[in-house]
């Protein structure tokens, strides 16, 4: 009885062809450096980096509980205030530069003397004030709008920019108050009719866009059964003057003398 001899295998030829193999498999799958390739991880990086400080933020200011239209007032405010204050710096800067530059009794030194006396005579409603401005008219027919409503909408107002204001024939300074009366909403001890009429110079467009903010006074004054009427003009005058009086308890702070800390 023959025997067939066995014919060996080609191991060493298995073994190229499966390296092969696996050589063009890792071909196919390693990542190619093409431009497409590149726009897509540069996107990946900075929506990750987006997130993470959106999130940073968040949880550092403690946003995460408001409501939307509690958001959308806040952002509001911070970009009005924002856009006040560096208009307000570039001013200082400039009256600095010119007062800096010249002597005490100059031309300059007097407009700027002048200008700043101008300025806290309006801040100080002893001065009346004329400029672009707008009427915001409230009115209230079941008697629901309160005195917190119109403190409201003067908060309101003077985050938006105004810059001189009056409700009926009372100048609103920065120690006017309001209060529940029997005959309607006290201020600074007087009784305002109703309706009740603002009367604000500042920027119309940013007071108007501020009033009609979701959640604001707009909305609060609507939901006590009231009506809001808001009026744009290109000059309007504020007439009401506030009585100055001196202070009962503060005081300056005196001036330092030479050698003192």
């Known amino acids: 009885m023959s025997t067939t001899p066995e014919t060996p295998e080609p191991e060493g030829d298995e073994t190229v062809a499966s390296t092969s193999a696996w050589r063009r498999v890792y071909l196919m799958a390693r990542p190619r450096a093409t431009r497409a390739n590149a726009f897509a991880l540069l996107l990946a990086c900075l929506l990750?980096?987006?997130?993470?400080?959106?999130?940073?933020?968040?949880?550092?200011q403690g946003l995460e509980d408001l409501r939307q239209d509690e958001l959308v007032r806040i952002l509001d405010d911070v970009t009005q205030n924002g856009t006040r204050l560096d208009d307000e710096i570039n001013e200082l800067e400039t009256t600095r530069d010119g007062l800096a530059s010249s002597e005490g009794n100059s031309p300059e030194a007097i407009a700027a003397?002048?200008?700043?006396?101008?300025t806290l005579g309006i801040l100080a409603g002893t001065e009346r004030a004329t400029g672009p401005g707008i009427t915001l008219t409230i009115e209230d027919a079941d008697g629901a709008v309160d005195a917190a409503a119109l403190l409201d909408a003067v908060q309101e107002l003077r985050d938006a920019g105004?810059?001189?204001?009056?409700?009926?024939?009372?100048?609103?300074?920065?120690?006017?108050?309001?209060?529940?009366?029997?005959?309607?909403?006290?201020?600074?001890?007087?009784?305002?009719?109703n309706p009740y009429t603002f009367t604000v110079i500042g920027d119309p467009q940013t007071m108007s866009s501020a009033m009609e903010i979701p959640g604001g006074v707009s909305e609060s004054v609507r939901s006590k059964g009231g009506e809001l009427t808001i009026?744009?003009?290109?000059?309007?005058?504020?007439?009401?003057?506030?009585?100055d009086s001196s202070p009962r308890y503060a005081q300056p702070v005196p001036e330092p003398t030479d050698g003192s800390n």
């Open 48 to 60: 990750g980096f987006a997130i993470a400080t959106q999130v940073r933020q968040t949880q550092s």
């Open 113 to 118: 003397a002048q200008q700043r006396a101008d």
């Open 162 to 193: 105004a810059e001189a204001m009056q409700v009926g024939d009372v100048r609103i300074v920065a120690s006017t108050w309001f209060r529940d009366g029997d005959d309607g909403v006290i201020a600074d001890g007087k009784t305002l009719d």
């Open 231 to 243: 009026r744009e003009y290109e000059s309007i005058n504020v007439e009401a003057l506030h009585t």
